[in-house]
């Protein structure tokens, strides 16, 4: 062995974590290391495909030292969607959890977890094939005393207002929340149906028509709600809801139907949610009371989905906390203004034509706020977590597809796991089941990397 593959082995070792429990579970974990700008563009993408950009961004924010890096090491886990396998294996690949069986939920903290501070990036429900049994392994996590901070996602909060609306007193900003959710929603219904009742629950519930009442909008809603004034949806977007809307009212109950669930059981399994998650001494009250849009430390920004020129400027003028208190206000008290509004473009933005702007005015924003790099997840990738440059900002992607369904359906091989760590020595670890190495962002190394990397295209030519 030479003694410059002496060295990479070496530094390997020493910045890898360290994987306890990993017998129990059946996932292929990255032992080595590589810097960011390896994998092409499926470690790095530039809005141009010109890494020059990012060299350049890059040198701005090293020279100004604008990097300033949390006193814990934080652990970023995003887009679970209702895999607790995903969860436990995601831990595991974080050193910051002991595995210790075969249940998801058999593990401890390590000395490296005592320390560090957990972020879920948002999007605990929906897709994957255990909702309840996924919150119950974050619960576990959080009762072990470990600092924890659990970002809302675009299917929480979709869920949580669709739930909330049924069998209450029809708005028309509001009623069709529930049929909104589509089938995503159904295995959840089937899960809780499963769980908690039987047929000795259905006495008590209404006649099928009925039901079919308290959860559908009117028939008059389609005429009603492009008439509502208020919140900040765009003629694009009401077309949109309404088409989409429509499709799922005449698909639902043929859907539910194929689950072998009816109306009946559909709205019994709604109010049970209701007890689970709305009332105080309900199971799961503590999720959506723990939830937030957002969260810093140091010079990052945790969010689920991303950022717009109107979210920026909040961030800038009144800071991270202020969006939450006013995101924790909207959830409870205005869904709609919410949910067509640009707080809700944080757990909603692809960065498409479609939603909200980001543009340079955003950017700068986001710079003087004091933030070098972006978090978050929503838009799922194969290959890894991936850094990306928008507007001349640093984002770092971190949905790796780790629920089986997604796996399943986009042929993602393997299972899942994933976590993105900020390690307060300065150094950002990209570690996936799906990428044979782990990808490390350390500023000066890799600026140093993509400018040999440029020097080398050039000498080609």
């Known amino acids: 062995m030479s003694n410059k593959t002496k060295h990479a082995a070496d530094r390997s070792e020493a910045i890898k974590p360290r994987y306890y429990g990993r017998k129990w579970i059946s996932v292929n974990l990255p032992d080595a290391t590589c810097d960011w700008t390896h994998g092409g563009e499926k470690s790095i993408v530039t809005e141009d495909g010109n890494l020059s950009d990012l060299i350049d961004v890059l040198r701005e924010l090293n020279d100004r030292e604008h990097w300033q890096w949390p006193q814990r090491k934080h652990y970023f886990i995003s ?6 396998d995903a969860f436990a294996a995601s831990l595991v690949a974080s050193g910051g959890v002991k595995h210790l069986g075969p249940s998801p939920r058999d593990f401890e903290l390590t000395k490296a977890g005592r320390k560090a501070t957990f972020v879920i990036g948002g999007d605990c429900f929906d897709k994957g094939p255990n909702n ?25 909060i979709r869920l949580l207002f669709g739930m909330r609306v049924v069998g209450e007193k029809k708005d028309v900003r509001n009623e069709h929340f529930f049929v909104r959710a589509g089938q ?21 519930i209404p006649d099928t028509a009925t039901c079919r009442r308290r959860l ?13 004034r208020g919140g900040d949806i765009v003629p694009a977007q009401m077309d949109r809801e309404l088409n989409r809307i429509t499709k799922k009212v005449d698909n639902f109950e043929s859907l539910c139907g194929e689950q072998g669930l009816d109306l009946r059981q559909v709205y019994a399994a709604t109010q049970q949610w209701k007890k689970l998650f709305l009332k105080k001494d309900g199971e799961f009250q503590w999720f959506y009371r723990s939830l937030r849009l957002c969260y810093r430390n140091g010079s990052f920004l945790f969010v689920h989905a ?3 020129d109107n979210v920026t400027k909040m961030l800038l003028k009144h800071g991270v906390r202020h969006i939450n208190n006013a995101f924790q206000t909207a959830m409870r008290e205005a869904p709609f203004d919410f949910y067509y509004g640009s707080l809700c473009n944080t757990i909603r ?8 702007p980001f543009t340079r005015k955003g950017s700068r924003n986001v ?8 978090l978050h997840g929503h838009r799922n990738l194969h290959h890894g977590q991936r850094l990306s440059l928008r507007k001349s900002q640093i984002n770092f992607e971190c949905d790796t597809s780790l629920d089986r369904h997604t796996r399943r359906l986009e042929n993602v091989n393997g299972r899942g796991a994933s976590v993105t760590i900020i390690e307060p020595t300065g150094r950002i670890l990209g570690v996936s089941s799906d990428f044979p190495k782990i990808k490390v962002f350390e500023p000066q190394r890799t600026l140093d990397a993509l400018l040999a990397a440029k020097k080398q295209e050039g000498n080609k030519r």
């Open 79 to 84: 887009d679970l969607h209702a895999d607790p």
């Open 132 to 156: 309840l049994e996924l919150l119950r392994g974050v619960r576990h996590l959080k009762d072990q005393g470990v600092r924890l901070r659990v970002l809302a996602g675009n299917h929480d």
């Open 184 to 204: 995503k929603i159904i295995p959840l219904i089937k899960e809780v149906w499963e769980s908690y009742l039987s047929k000795k629950a259905m006495k008590s």
């Open 216 to 228: 559908f909008p009117r028939e008059s809603w389609s005429e009603e709600f492009p008439k509502i």
């Open 306 to 308: 991303g950022v717009d």
């Open 349 to 356: 933005t692809k960065y498409r034509d479609v939603d909200r």
């Open 367 to 374: 710079r003087s706020a004091g933030i070098a790099a972006i």
